[in-house]
């Protein structure tokens, strides 16, 4: 039991009271006050007059002095190695000076077997101390770890909560958004159509007809603004039908000329020969054809370039549900204001705008229609320099709904 290289019993356990990690100086500082207190109490006893009696029993007891010590310094091994050490030293003195045998003066014998007695016990206790100050100290550790576990998923949980929290009010918010929209439709309606009546009363060049101009477009923008939030609202149903991607750029470019022309914004295309036909709900990828390049046009308030290049590629992996691995990348990209990179985890949100007159959906419903098509859309962008927003289309998408909310 005492042979296993375990910690000192009166040091607790701890790693650095191993005898190995004990202060050399401090063990053999113990070792010596044991022998000393023992070969000085044999000294004494050896030395007083035999007469005394009463010192010689005091001296009987001072042995119990370092039994104790070194049974709790060293465990068990130690409290026997004191015990047999002073009945080594005690027996000859009891033989040889009293000259008394076993028969003649047993107590003194039984003083003997005492002290091993004592030397052991008070050894074996040590020894047991020290473990269960040794599961103790393990126990504490695993408790701490436990602790640190229990402080990270409980970081992790609130993180998760704030987003569901998000979640809920971007929900909620699309809800109400979309009833407000519908509210409005019909009375702008009305305004339009009664502004557009008044406007024959004013001819071209009259003073009060610009403002019945402005009326009508501000309706006009309110109206697609009302749309837009409305069809935030709706599910998106995927009706997939074979149709060549790049033949659907053309006629999409054709829809945004104008607003390009009078941005001073030139649309290049760079439409890869190599692109095939592929499933998809046409109107679905206009409108985020629409969106993507309505933006590249926006971030260039100076004017610029706009390039949309499409290719025949792999579908990077996340995008790709067919299985096929085959698909187009169309990607849009602008020489405009670029995106901090702080900011691109949150173009995609819904409501997420930096214009003044935008709604923040233009980003969100490209995202919902390409998860609808199993696709995706990624984007890369340096502040000052441009993006490119790319869109990934399998070849033959799953077959599914989508909600745009
Ligand atoms: N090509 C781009 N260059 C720079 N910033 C962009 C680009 N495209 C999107 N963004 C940023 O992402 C934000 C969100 O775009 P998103 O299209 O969702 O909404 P929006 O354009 O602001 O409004 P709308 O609903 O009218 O489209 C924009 O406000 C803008 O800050
Ligand atoms: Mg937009």
Not at 128 to 146: T, V, Y
């Amino acid at each position: 039991m005492g042979e296993r290289a375990k910690p000192s019993p009166a040091e607790g356990g701890k790693k650095s009271s191993s005898p190995k990690g004990r202060p050399e100086g401090s063990r053999r500082l113990k070792i010596a006050a044991v022998v000393g207190t023992i070969i000085f109490v044999s000294f004494a006893h050896y030395h007083t007059d035999l007469h005394l009696h009463r010192v010689h029993a005091i001296y009987d007891r001072l042995y119990y002095l370092p039994i104790f010590a070194a049974a709790l310094w060293f465990g068990l091994k130690g409290g026997l190695g004191a015990s047999l050490g002073s009945s080594v030293l005690y027996a000859p003195h009891i033989l040889f000076q009293w000259k008394l045998l076993p028969a003649q003066a047993p107590e003194r014998y039984l003083e003997i077997l005492l002290f091993n007695g004592v030397g052991c016990l008070t050894g074996l206790l040590a020894e047991r101390a020290s473990r269960q100050r040794e599961l103790h100290l393990k126990a504490s550790e695993k408790l701490a770890e436990a602790y640190r576990e229990l402080q990270n998923t409980s970081s992790k949980l609130l993180l998760l909560e704030q987003r569901l929290r998000k979640a809920e009010k971007q929900f909620a918010l699309g809800e109400l958004s979309a009833m407000v929209a519908h509210e409005f439709m019909n009375p702008l309606g009305s305004i339009k159509g009664a502004a557009e009546i008044l406007l024959d009363a004013f001819p071209p060049g009259h003073e009060k007809r610009a403002f019945l101009e402005i009326l009508i477009r501000e309706a006009d923008r309110l109206e697609r603004t009302a749309r837009d939030i409305l069809r935030f609202g709706r599910e998106v149903r995927v009706v997939p039908v074979p149709c060549n991607p790049n033949r659907l750029v053309d006629t999409t470019l054709l829809l945004v000329w104008e607003e390009a022309r009078r941005h001073r914004v030139e649309i290049r295309t760079r439409l890869s020969e190599a692109v095939r036909e592929v499933l998809l709900d046409e109107d679905k990828i206009q409108q985020v054809l629409l969106n993507l390049v309505t933006n590249a046009i926006q971030s260039m308030p100076g004017g610029g370039i706009v390039t949309v290049r499409s290719q025949w590629t792999e579908v990077p992996a996340g995008a790709q549900e067919s299985g096929r691995g085959e698909g187009v990348c169309i990607a849009v990209e602008d020489s405009g204001v670029g995106i901090a990179e702080e900011d691109l985890s949150l173009i995609f949100e819904a409501f997420y705008t930096t214009k003044p007159e935008g709604t923040g959906l233009g980003l969100s419903i490209v995202k919902r229609i390409l998860d609808a098509h199993g696709g995706a859309v990624t984007v890369e962008s340096a502040l000052g320099r441009g993006s490119t927003f790319s869109i990934w289309l399998p070849a033959a998408p799953p077959c599914r709904e989508a909600r745009v909310a």
